[in-house]
Structure formats: structure tokens, C-alpha cells
């Protein structure tokens, strides 16, 4: 069997969704199934048209299944339903707004929650600044979750995450750095700043590298990537919410494999893990990745 995969990023641009792929294809390639992957980059203006033809190259090139990520909620729907009325399942990370066989929904908004209460043990009462992302579920709902907590217990946050002018639309490192050189020009007196992922985090500590950091700021990130872990170990961040990116693959990878092996699960809706914070008092039993799973190459093309 076949299963294709549509990657919203490809090449080394986020660690987190190369890991969310590689972790499905762990799964799939150990039951016997051949993943082959084709890139709608969601940062092109015509993403979910592309992201469309793909599942439209994949119907007719005869693939078992099709997986991709519904970063936008709304599309390719009349791509989706045509696989599906061909008889190919169709799988997704995130839900769509739309049917599909299965779809794997991440605690975004448990992140957000779980990140602000592992500051407010630390620090009493702090001024926040957020660095939002894209206007994407998955980032939406977690600075929704810090929002929520912070409000509730006494903490001020400083600027708008939800303003687009306040986030990394770019979802790579570079995006986070002017933005967090604005946020300390325009704040004084910040005890935290949060980029809402660890690619962000890493364009703050360049921003810093540039300017200078405010004594005693806490920096605190999601994803639990390699390089964040690093800066964690580095003492220049202190903490990342490791959501076990492979954790979220494999997930979606094992209910691929129960529905192709003959037991539908049509509508059916899974949770990926919810992972934990990765700082100074546990960094030494931080699992890369690669290590948590079979890694093999991306195929590319459906030849």
C-alpha cells in the first residue's frame, strides 16, 4: 500500500513539522507501508489550492490513503470529498471544517494553560509580551491558552498576540527577531517574553544578540526542538513545552494504519500527546526526536 503525505512545510524550514511528518512515516513504513510526500508550503498565497492538486495528483496516481496538515480549516474541501468519493480515505493533523476519515487534534490550548501556570509558580504578577504566529488553529488556540491563564491570575500582558503587527507570520526564525526588538523598545520593565514556537525564540535570542537583553527576562517557548533545548542547556532560554512533534506523527500514523488494516474509523478523532516543559532541571532527560522514532528520508513524488 501507498499513502500520501501533503507537508505544509518542507526543507529543514521548522524541525517541529519535519518530526510531525517523519514520526507518521515511522509508523507507516514499520506496518509495511510506503509514504510518499509532495510540499504545499503554507507561507505561498495559494497554499490550499496547491495543497487541492496534491490530493487530486495522489487520487490519480492510485495512492491507499491520503494525509495532509489542515492548517487552513477551510480547504481543499471539494478536493477531500472527490478522494474520498473515489474510495481513498482521507487522514488529517488538525481538524478540518470539512469530513475526513480521521483527523488527530492537538491541546493547543492545554499548551498555553500548562506554559503561563509554569510561570506563574515562578515569577508573582509578571508583565508579558507574546509573540503570536500565524492565524493558524494550532498557534491560535495556544496563545488563546496563555491569554486565558494570565488573565486570570494577575498577570500583564503588555501587547496584542492576536494584532498580526505581533506575530511571526512567517513561522521561521528570522520573523521573530524585529518583532521582539519593537517589543523592547516599546515595554519597559518586561519580566517574560513568549514566542509562541521555539523557531521564534531562536530570532528573539538574535534580536538580543543585537540590542542587549533586560535583566532577568524570562524566555520560555513550544515545540521542544533540538536547538531550543540547547538554549535551554545554554541558560539563554528557560524552558520549551516539548509536545512531542514525532509523538504527534505517530499518532495520526497508528490510526492510519488500523483504518487501512480494516477497521473504518470514519470521523473518528484522536489527541496527540501532551508533553511536558523542558528546562534547567530536567534537560538531561530530553529524548531528540530522531531518537524517539525510525527515521528514514522524505520520498518526494509519486513515481
Known amino acids: 500500500m501507498r499513502v500520501l503525505y501533503v507537508?505544509?512545510?518542507?526543507?529543514?524550514?521548522n524541525p517541529a513539522i519535519d518530526a510531525i511528518g517523519l514520526g507518521l512515516q515511522s509508523v507507516l513504513t514499520g506496518a509495511g507501508i510506503e509514504m510518499r510526500t509532495l510540499g504545499a508550503d503554507f507561507r505561498e498565497p495559494d497554499c490550499v489550492g496547491r495543497t487541492g492538486e496534491a490530493v487530486r495528483a495522489g487520487v490519480e496516481a492510485g495512492v491507499d490513503g491520503i494525509c495532509f496538515y489542515a492548517l487552513d480549516p477551510s480547504g481543499p474541501a471539494e478536493d477531500v470529498a472527490f478522494a474520498r468519493s473515489a474510495g481513498i480515505?482521507?487522514?488529517?493533523?488538525?481538524?478540518p471544517l470539512f469530513p475526513v476519515n480521521v483527523a488527530v487534534l492537538f491541546p493547543n490550548f492545554n499548551h498555553g494553560v500548562?506554559?503561563?501556570e509554569w510561570l506563574l509558580d515562578r515569577l508573582e504578577a509578571?508583565?508579558?509580551?507574546?509573540?503570536?504566529?500565524?492565524?493558524?488553529?494550532d498557534d491560535s488556540e495556544e496563545v488563546a491558552g496563555l491569554l486565558y491563564t494570565f488573565g486570570r491570575n494577575g498577570a500583564e500582558v503588555v501587547n496584542d498576540p492576536t494584532d498580526p503587527s505581533w506575530c511571526n507570520l512567517t513561522d521561521i526564525a528570522a520573523g521573530g527577531t524585529e518583532i521582539t526588538k519593537r517589543a523592547l523598545a516599546?515595554?519597559?520593565?518586561l519580566d517574560v517574553l513568549i514566542p509562541y514556537n521555539d523557531e521564534t525564540m531562536l530570532g528573539a535570542l538574535a534580536a538580543f544578540d543585537e540590542v542587549g537583553r533586560p535583566d532577568d527576562l524570562t524566555v520560555i517557548s513550544r515545540n521542544g526542538s533540538p536547538d531550543a533545548v540547547q538554549m535551554v542547556r545554554l541558560g539563554r532560554s528557560q524552558g520549551t513545552w516539548d509536545l512531542d512533534?514525532?509523538?504527534?506523527?505517530t499518532t495520526l500514523g497508528d490510526l492510519v494504519v488500523r483504518h487501512l488494516e480494516g477497521?473504518?474509523?470514519d470521523g473518528f478523532l484522536g489527541m496527540?500527546?501532551?508533553g511536558r516543559m523542558i528546562e534547567a532541571a530536567n534537560v538531561d532527560t530530553w529524548l531528540p526526536w530522531d531518537e524517539r522514532i525510525a527515521v528514514t528520508d522524505f520520498v518526494f513524488g509519486l513515481e
Open 114 to 116: 500548562l506554559m503561563a
Open 263 to 265: 477497521d473504518p474509523l
Open 7 to 13: 507537508s505544509p512545510m518542507v526543507g529543514d524550514t
Open 245 to 249: 512533534a514525532s509523538g504527534i506523527g
Open 186 to 189: 516599546e515595554f519597559d520593565d
Open 126 to 137: 509578571p508583565r508579558v509580551a507574546i509573540i503570536g504566529g500565524p492565524d493558524t488553529p
Open 89 to 95: 480515505p482521507v487522514f488529517s493533523f488538525v481538524r
Open 272 to 274: 496527540s500527546p501532551v
